[in-house]
């Protein structure tokens, strides 16, 4: 009998195999990228994204995918429940103009959860960055199948907590780290990742501006001149009086 890692069926997938998909942007990250189904971020699917800080390295991880999907059709990304206001300026200096974000703001989990789901919804929407802290998992079964029919991109912000959970996102991903990411697939359509993959947690150009600020002359503390002690005014009168 032929082994069944020898077989040859189409459209079979075997668990010792990275799945493929049929629609997959390149997240802008080749060392993910390797272990990404696909080779990038799939269209049409729940991605999540388990953080100890909601804000912490979301931008510098989906922005090179969000600013590719903007230049390739009009309309905007829709940001639900972001905790910080989004910084323009850095967004746009990296390919992501200011006037593509349509910011969402709300603190109740139920009107996150629907502003999720209609922006999925909406034909102009190119993707879609949600923070929801609170949604359970049927809920994200219903934003999985709307990004699914639409063929939206779709990230879920979560704390580290939800990887304990079921979740029905067929790739999760934990992202630690401070001045690098640590990237653990905690899920996907293949073989366990049992490495994290550590990633930069800045621009590239920011990088190197802070390095050569660092290294710059100007940038070392200037040396405080030595000035002699100063006795005390009423020593120096004690002094003169003797």
Do not use: N, Y
């Not at 388990?50 to 931008?59: D, G, I, K, N, Y």
């Not at 972001?82 to 009107?111: C, E, K, Y």
């Not at 993707?127 to 609170?134: I, S, T």
């Amino acid at each position: 009998m032929q082994p069944a890692a020898e077989l040859c069926v189409p459209h079979v997938w075997r668990v010792t195999d990275l799945a493929g998909e049929e629609a997959a942007r390149p997240s802008g990250h080749a060392a993910l990228d390797e272990q990404l189904p696909g080779g990038g971020w799939p269209h049409g699917s729940l991605i999540e994204l388990l953080q100890v800080r909601p804000e912490a390295h979301v931008w510098q991880l989906v922005l090179p995918a969000l600013s590719s999907a903007c230049a390739d059709k009009p309309g905007p990304i829709a940001l639900v429940g972001a905790p910080h206001p989004p910084f323009g300026p850095a967004l746009a200096a990296q390919g992501l103009a200011a006037d593509r974000l349509l910011w969402i703001r709300t603190d109740v989990a139920a009107a996150r959860l629907w502003a999720a789901e209609q922006a999925l919804r909406c034909a102009d929407v190119v993707g879609v960055l949600a923070w929801l802290p609170q949604v359970r998992s049927q809920e994200l079964r219903r934003l999985h199948l709307a990004a699914r029919k639409h063929g939206k991109l779709l990230f879920v912000v979560r704390g580290t907590a939800a990887a304990r959970q079921a979740s029905p996102a067929p790739l999760r991903l934990l992202v630690e780290g401070v001045e690098e990411m640590q990237v653990r697939i905690v899920k996907r359509k293949g073989p366990p990742v049992d490495h994290a993959i550590v990633l930069p947690a800045a621009p590239e150009r920011l990088r190197a501006l802070l390095e050569a600020r660092r290294r710059s002359p100007q940038a070392q503390p200037a040396a405080v001149p030595a000035t002699p002690e100063r006795r005390s005014h009423v020593l120096d009168r004690l002094v003169t009086e003797t």
